[in-house]
């Protein structure tokens, strides 16, 4: 895909992954590797900021921590960007949970935003920088 170009979620996408308490990914489904465009192999144990595109600011992803590390999970839209260098939005519900072993950790699951939103926080971001 060339750099640049948007990849639009299907109605149905469910994207999910999982990383430890230094964001370090645990899980990806194959939905969201994907849309990013990674196989399951080269995300895992990676940071999930490898998905990360500069056009989100740094307040938006303070917030997020801010919140998860309260307990509370986290909502909100997210600009990602894709190996090949292309972009895709979602709405993401990122949640806390302790693992088996009693470590921090946390879930995200992604969805379809509206197009609405994506042009709402488009904008949004762009005067945050």
Same mark, same amino acid.
């Given at each position: 895909?060339?750099?640049?170009? %948007?990849?639009?979620? $299907? +109605?149905? @996408?469910?994207? #999910?992954?999982?990383?430890?308490?230094? =964001?370090?990914? *645990?899980?990806?489904?194959?939905?969201?590797?994907?849309? @990013? %465009? /990674?196989?399951? +192999? +080269?995300?895992?144990?990676? &940071?999930?900021? *490898?998905?990360?595109?500069?056009?989100?600011?740094?307040?938006?992803?303070? $917030?997020?921590?801010?919140?998860?590390?309260?307990?509370?999970?986290?909502?909100?839209? #997210?600009? &990602?960007?894709?190996?090949? =260098?292309?972009?895709?939005? #979602?709405? @993401?519900? #990122? /949640?806390?949970?302790?693992?088996?072993? =009693?470590?921090?950790?946390?879930?995200?699951?992604?969805?379809?935003?509206?197009?609405?939103?994506? %042009?709402?926080?488009?904008? *949004?971001?762009?005067?945050?920088?």
């Amino acid at each position: 895909m060339p750099k640049d170009v %948007e990849t639009i979620l $299907d +109605e149905d @996408a469910f994207l #999910v992954s999982q990383t430890d308490e230094k =964001g370090t990914v *645990i899980f990806a489904n194959e939905q969201f590797c994907k849309i @990013a %465009e /990674y196989s399951h +192999e +080269e995300l895992l144990n990676q &940071n999930h900021n *490898i998905v990360r595109h500069p056009d989100m600011p740094k307040a938006a992803f303070k $917030d997020l921590w801010d919140t998860v590390k309260t307990g509370k999970a986290w909502q909100g839209f #997210v600009k &990602n960007k894709t190996k090949s =260098g292309g972009f895709y939005w #979602v709405f @993401a519900t #990122v /949640y806390p949970y302790k693992n088996a072993l =009693g470590k921090q950790c946390y879930i995200s699951c992604r969805r379809k935003p509206s197009r609405e939103n994506v %042009e709402k926080y488009s904008t *949004i971001y762009k005067s945050m920088h």
